[in-house]
């Protein structure tokens, strides 16, 4: 589907580039994460049973974007996902501390996201411990992929 938007930039309709899709390489990426997160949360389910992260439900979108949206209190400071990554994960964002660039998460529009399934694992660990002070859930992670998966 890459014609269209090259003949409407012809046209002069478009006049920055568009990359709109999700490639090859970051779905299989994507794909084998939900695949082991999938595994994970059922094991997660049944050995702790009752606790609030934790559900036996398919993985959803709208979890995913509740999961990168809740804030968390830390000394009086609101924390979130979107503090660095903002709130819409098509954007570029900006570290709240150091105010670096981070370019977005999406991997619709940033082609560098989801292709290396350690460097993911890693970001996830290290973002939830940040925020939350464990690692988050397979559930957790597997619905916040969903998630970004579906932003167009
Ligand atoms: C304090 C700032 C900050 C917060 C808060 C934060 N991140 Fe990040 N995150 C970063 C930076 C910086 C990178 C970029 C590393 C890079 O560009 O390679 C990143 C990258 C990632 C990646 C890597 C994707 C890839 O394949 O390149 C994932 C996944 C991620 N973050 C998830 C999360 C989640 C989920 C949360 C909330 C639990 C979160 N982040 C909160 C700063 C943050």
Redesign the pocket.
């Known amino acids: 589907m890459k014609k269209p938007y090259f003949l409407l930039a012809l046209a002069g309709f478009v006049t920055v580039p568009v990359h709109a899709e999700i490639t090859t390489q970051q779905s299989e990426v994507m794909n084998k994460l939900l695949a082991t997160y999938t595994e994970k949360a059922k094991v997660e389910f049944k050995e702790e049973k009752g606790r609030g992260a934790i559900s036996d439900k398919p993985f959803s979108a709208g979890a995913g974007r509740e999961f ?1 949206l809740v804030r968390r209190t830390w000394q009086s400071k609101d ?1 979130t ?1 979107s ?3 903002t709130e819409d994960p098509k954007k570029e964002g900006k ?3 150091t105010k670096s660039p ?2 977005p ?1 999406a991997p619709a529009v940033n082609p ?5 399934v350690q ?2 694992e890693k ?2 660990t290290d ?2 411990m ?2 939350h002070d464990r690692d ?1 859930s397979a559930y957790e992670k597997g619905s ?1 992929i969903t998630y970004l998966k579906s932003v167009k």
């Open positions: 990168y924390f996902c503090g660095c990554h570290h709240i501390q981070i370019m998460l560098e996201r989801f292709i290396n460097k993911v970001n996830f973002h939830c940040d925020l988050c916040f």
